[in-house]
């Protein structure tokens, strides 16, 4: 499903990637690991399109297209999703206009009409409840004075809705209390299956306790050096990243 | 001959045609006026108050003074101005002139009618000399040379205990009947003790030719009593406007003023609120939504004279392509005003590198017991918002004008009335060029 090929990426002229080779098929789940400024936040942008980024070298292909001149909305609305480490505050956008707008500018995106307001809203009530969200949350300004727990939950319910091929997790449990951690692991779990896929990028092994990976890979100056399964994660978090470097 | 001589030398003119008793109060205001205006022009930038607003590029028309009105306009032509789906009083002027036709008037429970009329009849003699031309701000030679041609406009009288119980919407047409005109409408609002009044004033163009507008508003809210003043400032680029409403307040009474600028070629509002009496409040929002070469300078002051006020002003503008904005608010706490809370803040979007806000807050505080503040912003759309946007699928045109719909949102809150507030963030919507699947 994606596929990643030596790739290198900029910001401000200095390079953060520097030839990432990564391959992931669907219904697999992969997690990168790795220390603070190992480029780990870096890889999740330039899959998601963010223009602050230069690629210099390489390419990304989600299903065999490459993806480099697609805007970010266009990697949406091909499947990319990105769950925010620090998700962005917009005060006076409910999260159900937001996610109403989102929803339907991809259906315009695919050639598909809107979606009614009624299916609309059991589709928000059906997600809502399988990430244990309160209905009262869903008429609150998105994201803003909302707990990092919250926050967080938004995001996945946001997937959920959206229901993307490939979904890129950044830093989904910093933040998270252990239930809430659970709810959301819990909410990923259920919304894997077969056709999609999830990239997990995490410092810690806590999080694949809940979300068990198949792969993982550790990536250390802009580099992975070393690829394992889920037991990998394990032996770091014993033996932290120095041995690898 | 320049326009300043032509407006002076027709003034006589002007008093011999109306039928204004020469020992009326009228007349001796006019009079007053006139010998004003003569006095101080038309300000230049020279002067501190229209440092950033020039008029040089309107004064230079031949302006019709006194047009003729089209009498052909008929419903089907206002009709996309008005907010249709309520029920209102209506007071419709059509190149300045009343047109009884398409208005819709009152004297039931309050006064809902014209100036013409109340300037001449005796039953108004006593409301006109206490309080026509009392509030307006005599050093503003614009308010003093509309004062000088005071003829026609709004007059709203609300006897005290009264609620109104439908907005009221006012608005002055130009149909381009005359190639260049000079509109001077003159409105009179008066609000009775513990009344509640909701006024939408517009000033509407339906033509390509040049409109420029001198209005003049002067608003009592005695005590107890509650305004909710809404101006929509729309028109097209070929109409300036400039816009003087004088607020005096009696105690306990709250009076709002909402003022939502996205159009015209320049338009600059003074707005004034005077305060006389304690527990007053002053509400002064502002949207401005610019583009192309559209100027709105908004000046404001809220002048605290008695202890335990409050008055809370926020204006938003959103500034694109070479627009101009500019923001001037003047708060004075005066030294017997203790206990004032005054808060202000302005903030502001560059969306082009070519648009310009010049903001200026200015506090001057007498009194040594006060909370005061104000805060004043200027920034560019939020890159990591748009982009956050944008990997839900939402399109970065889109995902701007989301994140410019909510920056305004607080004010477009504010609206009280819900089709008026349907009908803002439709203008904020058009103006941004979007269509948003959902109403704020």
Redesign the interface.
Known sequence: MLKINNLHANINGKEILKGINLEIKAGEVHAIMGPNGSGKSTLASVI?????FEVTEGSVELNGEDLSDF???V???KG???S?QY??E????TVT??????????RK?QGMA?LPAKEMLHLIREKADLLEIDRKFLSR?LNEGFSGGEKKRNEIF?MAM?EPQLAILDETDSGLDIDALKVVANGVNKLKSEKNAVLLITHYQRLLDYIVPDFVHVLHNGKIVKSGGKELAYELEEKGYDWLK | MELKEKLVSSFLAFENKGNIDLDSTVHAIRLNAINNFEKDGFPTKRDEEWKYTSLNSLLKYDFSLFPNAEKSVGFKNIKDYLINDIDSYTLIFVDGEFNSFLSETTHEDCDVCVMSSALTRPKYKMIIDNYLNTIANKKNSLAELNTAFVKEGAFINIPKNTIVAKPIQIINFSTGNEKEVLLQPRNLVVVGENSHVQIIERHQNISKNTTLTNSVTEIFVHKRAIVDYYKIQNDTNESSLIDSTFISQKQQSIASVNTFSFGGKITRNNLEFYHEGEHITSNLNGISVLNEKQHVDNHTLVDHKSPNCESHELYKGIYADKSVGVFNGKVIVRQAAQKTNAFQQNNSILIDDGATINSKPQLEIFADDVKCSHGCTIGQLDESALFYMQSRGIPKKEAKALLLYAFANDVVEKIKIPQLKALISKLIAKKLNVQLGFEL
């Open positions: 998601a399109g963010k223009e602050d805007a970010p909305e990697r949406a609305h990319v999703f990105l925010f998700p962005i917009i005060p006076g956008v206009n937001f996610i109403k707008t989102a929803i339907n500018e991809t995106a809107e300004s946001q959206l």
